[in-house]
């Protein structure tokens, strides 16, 4: 049976750039995010120079959530969530990275949306730094390969877990985290303010920055927890199920070593300590990172509260052998699953591969797990009517609920709560497009900036509305 705890956070969620556009109001300063062209699928968006006027930047006005968040707020409470997801521009509270005071402006921003959610009996769960850091801390620091970065960002944390005492409890610090590892251009700027030289290692580069952000990380759960006890404070992982390819040895090992490079970020976060499989690929490779005895200490005592984490698909690896040794593996190949379809995008959609990554996380950690990002990417459809009958996306949320349920009940997950991504249509992070749609609630506005952005509750609204009012009795 379908079943779920009587306080579990049904929710939606969204990020602060994706949405909100008004990218120079209010005293707002540039952002990583709006330095970012539109691209589509196979099309990587560009990091201009500063904001080009011949250029598309679909997150400057994004769906307007600035201004229509009231509205917006109200269409959620409808919907009967009871918590949102949402994050903080940074660029709006220290548009410059480094003012002398915050802006009041955004502070006010926040207090007014945080109000609106709260008298709606909504809980804001807030993430600092969701793909969004000043432009400023790029120019003048050169974003996170700076140590400087850390005061910076603890200085923004405490600024705005002080103004907003008690009005928000749960916390993540920066979205995504792991996934600058692999040493994308787009995900190492959004992730931490970076762009790679001509030829210098970037996955040295990126242990380097994703260290300084997990020492700013640690500093800040422990600065949360003294500004209020009572504040939650996580971490927030992209998670995939990782599979190998066949039974294979070489290819099981591959799958393991492949989950390592996210357990560089959880066991930081949750343990306070370097795991020994990358201390051994540190001195393999000799790395030697800026990392001191009090950044140890630090780490070992700001240790997160719970696992914030995405879930969107699964993937399944292969091992890449070396031609001398069919022992050793070289490296580890991506491939697709049979037993899988992907969506348009070509993430592999896997139910069953969330219970895995929700056992795999209770056995390895024993914390609280909030499921902060999951849902489907599709093109939809509007009738003539202007309806839009999303089945798929009832069809993927539907089972992933499902399965669930079934970490929490047959494998012992404690689970917070689910906050299913883009509640409302929002800008693709990856493309920038629009009609890559996750929303329950349909958005006019297409990849080209046109639409009046009006408002429409799709098939999936109703759906989720008994969902959550049922407590996930009826699907
Ligand atoms: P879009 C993978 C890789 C990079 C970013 O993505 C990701 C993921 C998913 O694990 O992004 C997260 O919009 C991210 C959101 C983003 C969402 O997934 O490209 O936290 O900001 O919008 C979906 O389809």
């Known amino acids: 049976m379908v079943k779920f705890p009587s306080d579990f956070l049904w929710g939606g969620a969204l990020a602060a750039n994706q949405v909100e556009g008004a990218y120079a109001e209010d005293g707002k ?24 006027s011949d250029m598309y930047y679909p997150n400057h006005t994004a769906i307007d959530f600035y201004h229509q968040y009231p509205s917006d707020c109200e269409l959620f409470a409808e919907l009967g969530l009871k918590a949102l997801r949402i994050s903080i521009a940074w660029s709006r509270i220290f548009p410059n990275a480094d003012d002398p005071e915050p802006n009041e402006a955004g502070l006010r921003y926040y207090d007014q949306l ?13 993430t600092l730094s969701h793909f969004e850091m000043p432009y400023a801390l790029y120019q003048k620091y050169g974003g996170f390969r700076n140590r400087e970065a850390i005061n910076l960002f603890v200085r923004y944390a405490e600024t705005v877990m002080t103004r907003y005492r008690g ?11 792991n996934n600058q590892f692999g040493g994308d251009d787009l995900l190492a700027w959004a992730d931490s303010a970076i762009q790679f030289e001509a030829d210098e290692d970037r996955e040295e580069v990126i242990y380097q920055t994703s260290l300084y952000e997990l020492i700013a990380s640690a500093r800040v759960v422990t600065l949360g927890h003294a500004i209020d006890p009572a504040n939650q404070i996580g971490c927030m992982i992209a998670y995939s199920a990782v599979y190998p390819a066949s039974s294979e040895p070489l290819d099981v090992l591959a799958a393991a070593q492949f989950m390592d490079r996210s357990y560089f970020y959880s066991d930081i976060h949750v343990r306070g300590k370097i795991p020994a499989a990358t201390e051994s690929i540190w001195q393999e490779k000799n790395y030697n990172f800026d990392l001191t005895k009090e950044d140890l200490t630090i780490l070992a005592t700001g240790t997160v509260d719970f696992i914030g984490f995405s879930y969107y698909m699964s993937k399944t690896v292969a091992a890449v052998k070396s031609e001398q040794d069919p022992n050793q593996l070289k490296g580890i190949k991506v491939v697709s699953n049979p037993h899988l379809v992907a969506n348009d995008w070509g993430w592999e959609i896997d139910a069953v591969g969330l219970r895995v990554i929700l056992k795999t996380l209770t056995d390895r950690y024993q914390l609280p797990l909030f499921i902060v990002e999951n849902g489907l990417g599709a093109y939809d459809q509007l009738t003539e009517e202007n309806e839009i009958h999303d089945s798929y996306r009832v069809d993927y949320l539907k089972q992933h609920i499902i399965e669930m349920s079934k970490a929490i009940n047959e494998d012992g997950a ?6 299913p991504w883009g509640i409302i249509d929002i800008v693709s992070f990856w493309t920038g497009e629009m009609e890559k749609r996750y929303g329950l609630i349909y958005v006019n506005r297409d990849n080209q900036g046109q639409g009046d952005l009006s408002r429409i509750k799709k098939a999936s609204f109703t759906w989720y509305q008994k969902v959550i009012e049922t407590n996930g009795r009826e699907l």
Request: avoid cysteine.
């Open 114 to 126: 945080f109000d609106t959610l709260i008298a709606r009996g909504m809980e804001p769960i807030v």
């Open 414 to 419: 404690s689970v917070i709560g689910y906050t």
């Open 167 to 177: 009005k928000v409890r749960y916390w993540m610090t920066f979205n995504e985290i």
């Open 29 to 52: 300063g540039l952002s990583v995010a709006d330095v970012m062209t539109a691209g589509a699928h196979g099309v990587p968006r560009q990091i201009t120079e500063g904001v080009q």
